[in-house]
């Protein structure tokens, strides 16, 4: 089974010191949020996760979820860790306060999400759902519809999904076919049948509620006559307590690669009883509040499996011995860690996972000055930073998740493509990130074609990192790593440039771009973070010598090791598309 230790002091050297978005830093309701309480909520946390949630991971991909004439069981153990789970009030962290919520912000529930990822990504799937449904509810409904269903899911007595693949559309919503039929009584029958719903049944809530997008007859076609409705498992009565089963009836469960401790459910909608959620036909814009958040909450997802990874891996190669070091001076073999080719793999996974974990934190800060500050214009500045930022947590994260579960499988060689040591389970685990919520490359599409091609954010950006850049370079022991930070900004803008000009010539060799321009601004975004690092650790170094001076050669690595990958997406992307296209495969 793998290990995990709860990265606590890494989290509160983020909150501590790089807290540093001013507006953030203006949210009323988050000033008493202090370092105090936050190490207090990780450390729990981290109880949590270690000595109850890791062993999860194991026991469900052992024994997997279990459907049976009709009814879908959880793996052993699951049940008991999610009441447990409930009674902490882990589901409520960061909902408002006003349905049950402990209203903490972003900043620091995403911590808890990469606990939880890093612990049991399956056991994670349960409530992950109802969160992303809650804030959907909370959006977009009406006030009636929020004071039934909000409080039980807060409290995690009622779980919630998410309904939008069929088996003839995933990617490409606007063909999806499920159908809404309005009622005299305002409600609506949903009929159809949903596929690859996480949580679509389970047996660790009393009630399940499930968010469907449908098409009202007559409705327009494509995306634009998408509506969503609320369709719980269990009619729920007027006093709140749970009524008759409603028409929503498991088919079957997916069998699968990884997290097979979560159900993957074929949901069957026989007339159901659903509520629409939202403006008729704006079905779409309102999942995309869930989706954009899940997308972020995927991204995380992808860290966490790599901090697992990485820890193990290290634990590992200081442990296992092979072969004699350069210079040993020992008789017998040596720890692998002594080997400069393993020291190189657990640097890549290192430097960028602390990169990760501090743009995610950054992108926190954005994210909760978009929800919450006073002023619009500076919300909806937070807003566009936030959905520049989505496609690369998302897609960004989740792919260096493959990276670096597989270098880890490597690191323990043939122990880690056996089971016995967990290493190939967090590879299977992570393999569905990249595909849901919206695949990696769709996301790369939706950058460039929405995000970067046909809207100002990306400039106000670049302006903002160059700003901050150009007064970091005015420090002396900054200035070699801002030097190079601007060389590769310098290609990113020539990318950005090259895209403009193909976008009016040949649209494929920007969509053949796409994948590898994510890339680019990943890296430099993650640079940015590194940067940020730098300066603080400079500053601090006598305050703990080993912890800042560690911070700084780990930078020193990104720059000189990482953050020239740039350099060669950016080189294969500008020779276009041409070979391709034209390639017949045979
Ligand atoms: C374990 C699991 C859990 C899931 N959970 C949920 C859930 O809770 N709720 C839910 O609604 N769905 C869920 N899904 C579905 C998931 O979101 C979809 O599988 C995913 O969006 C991709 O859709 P698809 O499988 O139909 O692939 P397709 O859309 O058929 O895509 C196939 C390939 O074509 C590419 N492609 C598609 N369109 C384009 C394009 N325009 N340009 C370039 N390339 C393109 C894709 O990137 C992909 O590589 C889950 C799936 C799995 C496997």
């Known amino acids: 089974m793998t290990t995990y230790n709860a990265p606590v002091d890494e989290m509160m050297f983020l909150f501590n010191n790089l807290k540093d978005n001013k507006n953030y830093n203006e949210i009323d309701k988050y000033k008493e949020i202090n370092s105090d309480l936050v190490k207090d909520i990780l450390e729990q946390a981290a109880k949590i996760n270690q000595q109850i949630i890791l062993p999860l991971a194991k026991i469900g991909d052992e024994k997997p979820c279990v459907y049976e004439n009709g009814i879908v069981r959880s793996p052993p153990g699951y049940k008991e860790a999610y009441k447990k789970f409930i009674e902490d009030g882990w589901t409520s962290l960061s909902c408002d306060p006003k349905y049950g919520g402990q209203g903490m912000p972003k900043t620091v529930s995403t911590f808890f999400e990469e606990m939880l990822s890093s612990a049991s990504l399956s056991f994670k799937l349960y409530s992950e759902l109802s969160i992303g449904a809650y804030n959907c509810i909370l959006h977009h409904a009406d006030q009636k519809i929020k004071d039934k269903y909000l409080p039980k899911m807060v409290e995690g007595k009622w779980s919630g999904t998410m309904c939008l693949t069929e088996s003839h559309c995933g990617t490409d919503l606007g063909l999806l076919k499920t159908k809404a039929v ?166 890549n996974m290192k430097s960028l996972i602390e990169g990760q974990r501090s743009l995610a934190f950054w992108v926190s800060q954005q994210i909760d000055v978009s929800l919450n500050h006073p002023d619009k214009k500076i919300k909806t500045n937070a807003d566009e930073i936030v959905a520049l930022m989505t496609p690369i947590i998302k897609s960004f994260f989740t792919d260096i998740g493959m990276e670096i579960t597989n270098d880890a499988i490597q690191v323990f060689g043939g122990y880690g493509y056996t089971k016995d040591q967990g290493i190939e389970q967090l590879f299977r685990d992570n393999r569905i990130t990249p595909i849901y919520e919206g695949t990696n490359s769709v996301q790369a599409i939706d950058l460039v074609y929405r995000k970067i091609l046909n809207n100002k954010i990306f400039e106000k950006y670049i302006a903002q990192l160059s700003n901050e850049v150009k007064d970091f370079a005015k420090e002396n022991k900054l200035s070699l790593f801002a030097d190079k930070f601007f060389k590769y900004l310098e290609l990113l803008n020539n990318f950005t440039l090259w895209l403009g000009e193909k976008n009016k010539s040949s649209k494929d060799d920007v969509s053949a771009a796409c994948n590898d321009y994510l890339k680019v601004l990943g890296y430099i975004a993650l640079a940015h973070s590194w940067l940020k690092i730098l300066k603080v650790s400079h500053s601090k170094l006598n305050e703990n010598k080993t912890f800042y001076e560690d911070k700084i050669n780990t930078a020193k690595y990104y720059f000189d090791k990482i953050l020239p990958r740039v350099q060669s997406h950016y080189l294969s992307a500008i020779t276009g598309s041409d070979t391709m296209m034209k390639s017949n495969f045979n």
Not at 198 to 212: A, K, M, Q, R, Y
Not at 247 to 261: F, H, R
């Open 182 to 347: 309005k009622q005299k009584d305002n409600s609506y029958k949903i009929s159809g049948q949903k596929i690859f719903i996480t949580s679509g049944d389970h047996d660790l809530t009393e009630n399940i509620i499930h968010l469907v997008l449908a098409r009202i007859p007559g409705s327009p076609p494509g995306t634009k006559g998408i509506s969503l409705f609320l369709v719980p498992k269990f009619v729920v009565n007027d006093n709140g307590s749970v009524g008759p089963r409603n028409g929503v009836n498991t088919a079957s469960i997916e069998t699968k690669m990884g997290i097979k401790g979560s159900p993957t459910c074929v949901l069957n909608f026989d007339e159901a009883t659903g509520f629409m959620i939202g403006p008729e036909n704006k079905g779409l814009s309102s999942m995309f509040t869930m989706m954009n958040l899940e997308r972020i909450v995927v991204g995380i997802q992808g860290l966490g499996i790599s901090e697992t990874a990485y820890q193990n891996a290290l634990a590992y190669a200081k442990e296992r011995k092979q072969g004699k070091a350069n210079n040993s001076k020992n008789g017998e073999a040596d720890i692998i860690i002594k080997h400069a080719d393993i020291r190189r793999s657990l640097m």
